[in-house]
């Protein structure tokens, strides 16, 4: 019992301090992974019932939780009257915010192109890493993947890491909605494709080396005859992550980054929630670091 009420006491004056430091914010908002992967409104909302539950355990305010599903609605949130006091989200989001970044998933998270190339002789062929083909036939891929249309999910990492190392002619940005996410993308991409035009679609790169389009319906048949390929990029990002505002005290920082540390063996929905998979390690990166991570996403102004 006196444990409990000197945890109630440590809670009360964390809140106070921050409410002290930080006036004009409220709540937070949140790149909900189940907004990503097109879920429904059940799913949305107990990700961000989770989360919530969770900051609060640092004395940070979480009353509003704010789901959103792209950067333009982030800055939108942030520039307004009564901006978040937290941001919880890819970097992306994080880093575009102009938020601090005080615990991030230090999983690392490489895009990958699948590209749904000419077909070949055989029906629904597994994908061909690039670096596995001679050095010529990957400088023609390449190429051709320069005039190539590529579909990614709006403001999602894979998607910036993409854009900024121009390797597709066209990125076209999908927002997730309802029942289209991130999966749809493979579906979209096969009514798009046709055999004298390449498509591409921006994932993971482990996804994209275990794609298959056997189950897809396109606009042609011969998609299941397209040879598939997969396009990695250079660089890497690390994974989702807590960004706090500017003004936040020292204190708000330091509950954080502690309550990210301590933090073990999440049960499945609160894994689901921070976005984490069976190796996350949550660290504050230096500045360095956030800089090199900003160029890396071309986030720098």
């Known amino acids: 019992m006196q444990t409990g009420k000197l945890w109630a006491t440590a809670f ?36 961000a019932n989770e989360l919530g539950t969770f900051l609060a355990r640092a004395g940070l305010p979480v009353t509003p939780v704010v789901s959103i599903s792209n950067l333009g609605e982030a800055l939108a949130a942030v520039k307004s009257a009564r901006p978040p006091c937290w941001v919880y989200g890819n970097p ?46 990957q400088t023609q891929a390449l190429a051709k ?15 910036a890491l993409v854009k900024a190392e121009k390797i597709c002619g066209t990125v076209v940005d999908v927002k997730p909605q309802t029942g289209l996410g991130q999966s749809y993308l493979p579906t979209k991409a096969a009514f798009e494709w046709h055999p004298d035009h390449w498509v591409g679609v921006i994932t993971r790169v482990q996804s994209a080396k275990a794609a298959s389009m056997k189950s897809q319906i396109g606009g042609d048949p011969k998609i299941h005859n397209a040879r598939l390929l997969v396009a990695p990029t250079h660089n ?16 708000a920082g ?34 360095a670091q956030a800089d090199a991570m900003r160029g890396s996403l071309d986030l720098t102004p």
Not at 21 to 30: F, L, M, Q, R, V
Not at 236 to 244: D, K, P, R, V
Request: proline share 8%.
């Open 92 to 137: 992306v989001v994080g880093l575009a915010s102009g938020y601090r970044p005080v615990a991030v998933n230090t999983e690392e998270i490489r895009a990958g192109i699948l590209v749904v190339a000419d077909p070949g002789s055989s029906a629904d062929p597994k994908p061909v890493e690039l670096s596995s083909m001679k050095p010529e036939e």
């Open 236 to 251: 890497a990002s690390w994974g989702y992550g807590l960004y706090l505002r500017p003004d936040a005290g020292a204190d």
């Open 12 to 47: 009360l004056i964390t809140s106070c301090s921050w409410a002290a430091s930080a006036p004009a914010c409220e709540g937070g908002i949140y790149l909900n992974p189940q907004v990503i992967q097109g879920k429904g409104t059940p799913q949305i909302a107990g990700a």
């Open 254 to 287: 330091k509950h954080a980054t502690a309550l990210f540390a301590g933090l073990k063996q999440p049960s499945p929905t609160l894994a689901n929630a921070l976005d984490v998979g069976a190796t996350f390690h949550f660290v504050t990166p230096s500045a």
């Open 145 to 159: 993947l320069k005039q190539a249309t590529c579909f990614g999910i709006k403001s999602g990492v894979t998607t």
